[in-house]
């Protein structure tokens, strides 16, 4: 039976329209024009760009046509941009779509975030079934299910403390055993699995198994995991630029994702001798499984393939990679530096970077190539200059306890150890 | 278990024209779709929305109800003196004390109901754009919260009325008071269907918010709390009583208080421009709620 449908659906942003967000400045605008000045409140780079002014249209996805039939667990993937968030905030009704139509079967429940509605005054059973009612289930149903909800969340004693008083982690426990004890037809999540600690991550992920297999309910799910995309799902649908690109088995359509992962050069964007070119990069796990993007605090490689178009065996050859992101250069590091330059490289081959730990605060950050022979970045000979390419840091567990602070703590990820002495 | 949702569940599905399913969203949606049965399924939200409000006024301030007496009462004195004691204006013969406090508890719960609406779509941007629930439980939430405010202020009121109707003061509470639940919900329909307005206005335009505050004083100045109906000539009723809040007022006194000009015409006016601007508000908001988290 299917039990959701989606017909050519599509989500329309408009770029470029200003939004005033104040009714003095259209006032001011509208009185601009009417004298003919130029509009106060139009920014200097859209002043010279006519087709911002204009609106232009951008849709985040268009012509998304899939149905899930029940029982399924249906995965979502795609890069960043890709259009996935978006879908899932059409399905569950948070803002409508701007072309086509879908139909659900049941009851559904989203997930775009645990906690939504918690209350810091109130206390962990108020909050339950507040969080519960805002997620769809009447009170009767959240009292049926409250002694389960507080165990899995291992909050005990605590129940009746405002949950303000409560250790992030705790909080976070709390909210996710509310939504794992929903019992939607359909359930929507997105990344929620990105939280708590990792013992409580796989307890949730075999909760999503269990609600799928044994009560037959069906789960859209979005996420970046491809370990837990490819164990969970019994489906999988991709999206690239907004267009369903892949809809089928979870493995396949994996690996596709994944192979995506080495990044197209514009070659008519490239500086240097071209004697050496760097072709086809892509990311790998400390397993040598590829990787579509980084995971925080996890080891991993860059590949960097190359073609040699003249170098001969005499000349040596030093690569740098650099990091660039949250605004400031983070690091580069030239083969050289720790005394690598490579001679006699064959007419076609891979450099490789291995870096033991990403300890880098998730985020989107660019990194760039240098290749140089016969000396070093200054006196040597430029080879190559590939346009910088960018790649996602994905959050993880970096501390073991659930927390860490975000961009505005800082760039770096830091495994210190806090104790006291006396 | 969850009886009424499966049976409402259930109902839908067989009732549906549709092969079955339970929602269509389509990127066309008509203006008319109030979907009240999607409200009522939501009642256990509602509830727990009311009682977040209530524990979480109540938990942060020991003055949290003590601030509820202290407000009309303060207000009640500043008037007296002003519009009582300095500009002399008529209070239909009645304590001036009386009169203006009866005014104002009258006046606060719509007021309120108002604000609070208003205020629907920029005071919950956080939860509406990561979960859907049918956004009217918010002001249908706060027009009941705001029953408890009342609740208090209006105690505060009789207890008043009873020390002025024992100094024998001249006033005649009728039976007419039974009509207070009609009042009290014409006053919450008004108060979420402009709140609505609003709201739905707030989201395109934020400066509106600043008006509000300034705007809503300006209209009690019109809406006869501060002095009687009376005060002005017969012929001109017709035009003062556009304001849906004259009659309320007017009505309110004439039940407590026995003195107050109310007729017919101004009662059904008053009726039949509250449920319009209800309807009206209702269905802008349902209309901007479907986009509106693309807007923050």
Known sequence: ?422 | MDGPLEFVRMQSESDSPDGGWDRVVSAKSGWLKLDLNELWRYRDLIYLFVRRDFVATYKQTILGPLWFIIQPVLSTIVFTIIFGQIARLPTDNIPPFLFYMCGLVSWGYFADCLNRSAGTFTGNANIFSKVYFPRLSVPIANAITNLITFGIQFSVFLVVLGYFTWKGAPIQTSWRVIVLPLLLLQMAMLGIGFGCIVSSLTTRYRDLAMLMGFFVQLWMYASCVLFPLSLYPKEWHWLLVLNPMVPVIESFRFAFLGAGTVEAYQLISGAVASLVIFVVGVVVFRHVERTFADTI
Not at chain 1, 3 to 28: C, F, P, S, T, W
Not at chain 1, 82 to 91: H, N, P
Not at chain 1, 125 to 137: D, K, S, T, V, Y
Not at chain 1, 377 to 390: A, I, N, S, V
């Open chain 1, 1 to 422: 039976m299917q039990v959701i449908e989606a017909e050519n659906l599509g989500k329309r942003y408009r770029l470029g329209v200003i939004n005033r967000g104040m009714l003095y400045k259209d006032i001011q605008s509208w009185w601009a024009r009417v004298r003919g000045r130029e509009d106060p409140n139009i920014p200097v780079h859209v002043a010279q760009n006519p087709a911002a002014v204009r609106g232009d249209e951008f849709w985040a996805f268009r012509d998304v046509s899939f149905s899930v039939g029940q029982g399924e667990i249906l995965g979502i993937i795609g890069r960043n941009g890709a259009g996935k968030s978006t879908l899932l905030k059409v399905l569950s009704q948070i803002t409508a779509p701007s072309a086509g139509n879908f139909k659900l079967k049941g009851r559904v429940a989203s997930l775009l975030e645990v906690g939504t509605g918690f209350h810091g005054e109130l206390t962990g059973r108020e909050n339950i079934f507040l969080n519960g009612a805002i997620l769809g289930m009447s009170r009767a149903e959240v009292r049926l299910r409250f002694e389960e909800i507080v165990e899995f969340a291992e909050v005990g004693k605590f129940i009746d403390t405002p949950v303000k008083r409560y250790s992030s982690g705790m909080y976070v426990r709390l909210a996710f055993s509310v939504a794992a004890h929903l019992q939607p037809d359909i359930l929507i999540v997105d990344e929620v699995l990105a939280v708590g600690d990792a013992a409580f991550q796989q307890k949730c992920l075999g909760r999503m198994d269990e609600a799928a297999f044994k009560e037959g309910r069906t789960i859209l799910f979005v996420s970046h995991n491809m370990a837990s995309v490819r164990s969970l799902c019994t489906r999988v649908i991709m999206l690239k630029s907004g267009r369903l690109e892949v809809d089928g088995e979870p493995g396949p359509t994996v690996d596709r994702y994944l192979d995506q992962g080495s990044v197209d050069w514009d070659v008519s964007k490239r500086t240097g001798s071209g004697r050496l070119r760097i072709g086809a990069v892509h990311l790998e796990d400390a397993s040598g499984g590829r990787l579509a993007e980084l995971v925080a605090g996890q080891p991993c490689k860059f590949v960097l393939g190359f073609d040699n178009h003249g170098l001969g065996p005499q000349d040596r050859v030093t690569v740098g990679l650099s990091m660039h992101g949250a605004g400031t250069d983070l690091f580069a590091n030239y083969s050289h530096y720790s005394g690598r330059e490579f001679s006699g490289l064959p007419a076609r081959g891979a450099f490789e970077f291995a870096w033991p730990s990403v300890d880098i605060v998730p985020g989107h950050y660019t990194f760039g190539i240098r290749v140089f022979a016969n000396g070093d970045q200054h006196t040597g000979e430029r080879l190559d200059t590939p346009p910088p390419f960018m790649v996602t840091i994905h959050s993880s567990d970096f501390y073991g306890a659930g927390q860490h602070g975000g961009l505005s703590h800082g760039v770096m990820l830091v495994k210190g150890v806090w104790a006291v002495r006396s």
